[in-house]
C-alpha cells in the first residue's frame, strides 16, 4: 500500500514552504511527462479557474523516500475547530535521554520552528512522568506537537 497524509488547506504553497522547513522535505516534482503541477491538473480535468495563476505548488516528499508525501489541498471554508488528526515531531530522543536534554532539544526545535511562522499554544511538562512536549500551530492554525 502506497499512502500520504492530505491537509485541507486555504494556502497550499505558505503550507508547502512551512512543512518542508519544518520536517526537511522538498517539494515533490509533477509525474513524468509533465514540466509543472499545473500542467498534469490540466491534463487531469481541472479547471484553470480553479488552479489560479502561475504554477501550482501543493505537495512535499521526503527526500529519503521513508515518510509519506503530503498534499496540501485547497478547500474555501476555514479552520474552524481543534484538528482530529496531528503530527508530532519526535526531536527530543525519547525516554532514554535525560529529560533535561529531551528539553533542550525540543526547545531548539520549537525555537526553529516559531522563526518558520509556527506559533506556541501550550506546553506539557510533567518531570515526575518524564513527559516534556510542546504543542504548536503551523501558520494556517493546524496544531502540532514537538516531543
Known amino acids: ?38 500542467d498534469w491538473y490540466l491534463a487531469a480535468g481541472v479547471p484553470p479557474e480553479e488552479l489560479g495563476e502561475g504554477d501550482v505548488v501543493d505537495r512535499l516528499e521526503d527526500p529519503s523516500g521513508a515518510g509519506p508525501r503530503i498534499w496540501f489541498q485547497p478547500v474555501p471554508e476555514p479552520k ?45 511538562d510533567v518531570p515526575e512522568d518524564g513527559t516534556y512536549a510542546v504543542q504548536l500551530a503551523d501558520p494556517e492554525g493546524n496544531e502540532f506537537c514537538v516531543v
Not at 474552524?80 to 526545535?109: F, T, Y
Request: net charge positive; aromatic share 6%.
Open 1 to 38: 500500500m502506497i499512502w500520504h497524509l492530505t491537509i485541507d488547506c486555504a494556502e497550499p504553497a505558505r503550507l508547502v514552504a512551512f512543512w518542508a522547513e519544518a520536517l526537511r522535505y522538498r517539494p515533490q516534482p509533477p509525474p513524468d511527462g509533465h514540466t509543472t503541477w499545473r
Open 80 to 124: 474552524s475547530i481543534k484538528n482530529r488528526l496531528h503530527i508530532d515531531l519526535m526531536v527530543g530522543g525519547g525516554r532514554s535521554v535525560p529529560l533535561a536534554e529531551r528539553r533542550r532539544r525540543v526547545d531548539a526545535e520549537v525555537a526553529r520552528l516559531t522563526g518558520l511562522g509556527a506559533r506556541v499554544l501550550s506546553s506539557t
